[in-house]
């Protein structure tokens, strides 16, 4: 499989704080990759530094060959990357339709964006039961799917998922995931943090274990699934 995205030695620091310390990563096309660890582990920077929100201190960032480290996330975004961030990050004044136009705000095909609000209203039907009805109305699954769906509106080949399940009922949880699996069925590439390590082994085909801005254990999802300190660690009760 061709290399969609590459990390080499990725170092991103805040202050004098170092949050990750010279990782690396390939995510070939069509893969799911998950990044487990606890809070502080540098699982987040790692996809903000992938969308363009934080620079590298050093290292390098490399897109289907392309080294996007020094660009602008709207340009790493026109690249076909899309981030959805932790916490939804929905604009809750604008209706579910203006959201999801939003997310497409850099196209110029019209058609094909009516299209693609179809087929989020088809992956998601409950956002097209709402699509008039304003996002902070929503409740937080249906706020997490409005924000999966914007991020897909800009066509991503990449989409980077900042936890997924968090603060979700776990029928919600499934519905997510069962989503994702289609995405992933369909082509597209996932990065995806997630605290719910066996909600996110059950879907990606490999992961990396991150503690304190180093990568601490890496392999493939069902290997992992049986790795004394993964399991004792982030399966031992589920959370």
């Known amino acids: 499989m061709p290399e969609m995205l ?3 030695a990725l ?3 805040y202050g004098p704080v170092a949050a990750l310390k010279g990782i690396d990563l390939v995510v070939q096309e069509g893969e799911a990759v998950a990044l487990l660890g606890a809070n502080g582990a540098g699982k987040s920077t790692t996809l903000r530094a992938v969308s363009g929100i934080v620079r590298p201190r050093r290292g390098g960032v490399r897109y289907r060959g392309q080294d996007i480290g020094r660009l602008d996330p709207g340009e790493i975004v026109g690249l076909g990357v899309a981030h959805c961030p932790e916490g939804r990050r929905v604009f809750a004044g604008m209706t579910v339709l203006e959201n999801l136009k939003l997310g497409a705000s850099r196209r110029r095909d019209e058609a094909g964006v009516r299209q693609d609000i179809a087929r ?7 956002l097209g039961e709402r699509r008039q009805q304003r996002a902070g109305t929503l409740s937080g699954g249906e706020q997490q799917m409005l924000a999966i769906a914007r991020a897909l509106m800009s066509r991503p080949r990449l989409l980077l998922l900042d936890e997924p399940s968090l603060g979700l009922a776990p029928l919600l949880v499934e519905t997510i995931f069962d989503t994702l699996a289609e995405l992933k069925r369909q082509g597209v590439t996932l990065l995806l943090v997630e605290q719910n390590a066996r909600v996110a082994l059950d879907l990606v ?8 801005g180093n990568v601490v254990a890496s392999g493939g999802a069902e290997e992992l699934k049986r ?5 004792e660690a982030y399966l031992g009760g589920g959370r």
Do not use: G, K
Request: charged share 25%.
């Open 6 to 8: 590459a990390l080499d």
């Open 227 to 231: 790795d004394p300190q993964v399991v």
């Open 205 to 212: 085909d490999r992961a990396l274990v991150l503690r304190t």
């Open 120 to 126: 989020m209203e088809e992956l998601f039907p409950v």
């Open 11 to 13: 170092t991103v620091s």
